[in-house]
């Protein structure tokens, strides 16, 4: 017997395929468009974001070619509330948050998956490119598409409610699947970016909410090199748009080395200043199996993986990386693997 999933259907092709493919598999399917914005006009639109009205409408057409009832649900105060405005503290606080990560831990797996069990739905579906199997989740067979990352905060029940049909697919094979079904979203680019800042201005977007607030840019011995209009605009790691007065001595570049919002102080340094081999974490979300073999983290979406080991205390997490890593930023979400296979991740509170 089938099971009744819920298929959330952002407009794009990966989540029109993955509702196409539960419901050819036997399964009672509802498709379910997420408002996310209050006046949706104002996000992105075509390859720029996820929250327009034209996703919404290629959401149901795509819903109408599979053959399925499609609603939309309006949770734009959630968003606002649970992902705008984290990101905004977050970045006042001096971290670097990760707003898609924040998205899918409290809209798609808590907010929808709550109010789809009360409505008696087995399981949500998405888009996501993962492997999910018995609950164990781990990376796509498509590497540069590989979501695993952002879906490392989902719990064992949340994993336990979810569906990734995608998981054993690549991106080229998916849209050429939309193609032979007659999806419209075949072609359509992929979102890119942060869906609710609206021309990618995430400098700007800051500024806006958070003011503008001069301070010093100094380097490692505290001397003064430059000013900038708020530490919210500039993350750990950066090397762009740091507008610093004089070169270094050496005349190599500069990196954000440090953010400190309390003295709205910015420090840079050389990069071999931003070089760390331990991490430490807040509480980890343990959501794998617990056998570890071949123990790597990821720090960052898209980004490295470094082989480790770890230590839990007081309620977090120690992380030793093997070798170091540059461009670890205080508030990103350190996932761990064993092999392919997500174990558990935390969110990053220092590394050194």
Not at 141 to 155: A, C, E, M, N, W
Not at 210 to 220: C, F, K, R, S, T
Not at 314 to 332: K, N, Y
Request: charged share 20%.
């Amino acid at each position: 017997m089938g099971l009744r999933v819920l298929a959330a259907m952002s407009g794009g092709v990966d989540s029109a395929v993955a509702a196409a493919r539960i419901a050819e598999a036997g399964h009672d399917v509802t498709g379910v468009h997420l408002a996310l914005s209050a006046n949706p006009q104002s996000h992105r639109t075509g390859a720029r974001g996820c929250c327009t009205i034209e996703d919404s409408r290629d959401a149901r057409r795509a819903a109408d070619v599979i053959g399925i009832p499609f609603y939309i649900w309006d949770m734009a105060e959630r968003f606002q509330r649970d992902v705008v405005e984290d990101f905004v503290a977050e970045y006042a606080a001096g971290r670097t948050p990760n707003p898609c990560l924040r998205c899918n831990e409290k809209i798609k797996f808590a907010a929808v998956l709550d109010r789809a069990l009360a409505l008696g739905f087995d399981a949500v579906a998405t888009g996501h490119h993962a492997k999910l199997a018995g609950g164990v989740l781990s990376r796509s067979v498509d590497q540069g598409k590989d979501q695993s990352y952002v879906l490392g905060v989902l719990t064992r029940e949340q994993l336990g409610h979810a569906i990734f049909p995608l998981g054993d697919s690549t991106k080229a094979e998916v849209r050429e699947e939309a193609a032979r079904r007659g999806l419209t979203v075949a072609d359509k680019p992929d979102s890119h970016d942060i869906c609710f800042i609206a021309d990618g201005d995430t400098r700007g977007f800051l500024a806006g909410r958070l003011g503008a607030a001069e301070g010093p840019i100094v380097d490692q011995s505290g001397e003064v090199v430059g000013s900038h209009q708020g530490a919210h605009g500039f993350t750990v790691g950066q090397r762009k748009g740091l507008r610093i007065d004089r070169p270094a001595a050496d005349g190599r570049p500069r990196y954000v080395l440090s953010i400190e919002p309390v003295s709205n102080t910015v420090t840079v340094g050389p990069r071999a200043a931003l070089e760390v081999t331990t991490v430490t974490c807040g509480a980890p979300v343990w959501n794998g199996p617990s056998a570890q073999h071949d123990l790597t983290v990821q720090l960052r979406a898209h980004g490295e993986v470094y082989a480790c080991r770890f230590e839990e205390h007081d309620g977090g997490l120690t992380i030793e990386l093997d070798r170091p890593a540059t461009g670890v930023a205080a508030g990103q979400a350190a996932v761990l693997y064993s092999g392919e296979t997500v174990i558990g991740s935390a969110t990053i509170v220092s590394a050194r």
